[in-house]
C-alpha cells in the first residue's frame, strides 16, 4: 500500500535544530514532486517547502527561508526537511507530501494527492 511516513518532529529549545525526515514506498516516490507542510494549532495548513522529482528545483515559505532545506535521495526514496535556528512559531504538526501529477513542484497543498500522518514539532522559548 503507498504510503508516506514522517518521523524525526520532537521538543527542541528556540535557536536549535532538527531533520525531518519522510520515507516513501516506492510507488508514490519516483517522478513525483514532494513538499512539506504544516498546521498549527488553531491554524490552517501551510506551505512551508517544496521539491521536484529530480530536485533540482525548490521552493520556500518566506518564514522559512534561510533556516530550512529541502532535499530529497530518491536511492533511498526519502525527503527530507533540515530545520535550523528554530523558532517558537514554528511550532506545528508538519506533513510530508507527495505530488503523483507533476515532477516540477506547486505550492499549493490541494494538489497533492498523498498525505503522511504527521509529526510534531514543537519549539520552547
Known amino acids: 500500500q503507498a504510503q508516506l511516513v514522517e518521523s524525526g518532529g520532537r521538543l527542541v529549545q528556540a535557536g536549535g535544530s532538527l531533520r525531518l525526515s519522510c520515507a516513501a514506498s516506492?510507488?508514490?516516490?519516483?517522478?513525483?514532486?514532494m513538499g512539506w507542510f504544516r498546521q498549527a494549532p488553531g491554524k490552517e495548513r501551510e506551505f512551508v517547502a517544496v521539491?521536484?522529482?529530480?530536485?533540482?528545483?525548490?521552493h520556500y515559505a518566506d518564514s522559512v527561508k534561510g533556516r530550512f532545506t529541502i532535499s530529497r535521495d530518491n536511492a533511498k526514496n526519502t525527503v527530507y526537511l533540515q530545520m535550523n535556528s528554530l523558532k517558537p512559531e514554528d511550532t506545528a504538526v508538519y506533513y510530508c507530501?507527495?505530488?503523483?501529477?507533476?515532477?516540477?513542484?506547486?505550492?499549493?497543498?490541494?494538489?497533492?494527492?498523498?498525505w503522511g500522518q504527521g509529526t510534531q514539532v514543537t519549539v520552547s522559548s
Open positions: 507530501a507527495a505530488d503523483s501529477r507533476r515532477s516540477r513542484p506547486v505550492v499549493r497543498g490541494t494538489e497533492y494527492d498523498y
Open positions: 516506492g510507488r508514490i516516490f519516483t517522478g513525483y514532486a
Open positions: 521539491i521536484s522529482a529530480i530536485g533540482g528545483i525548490t
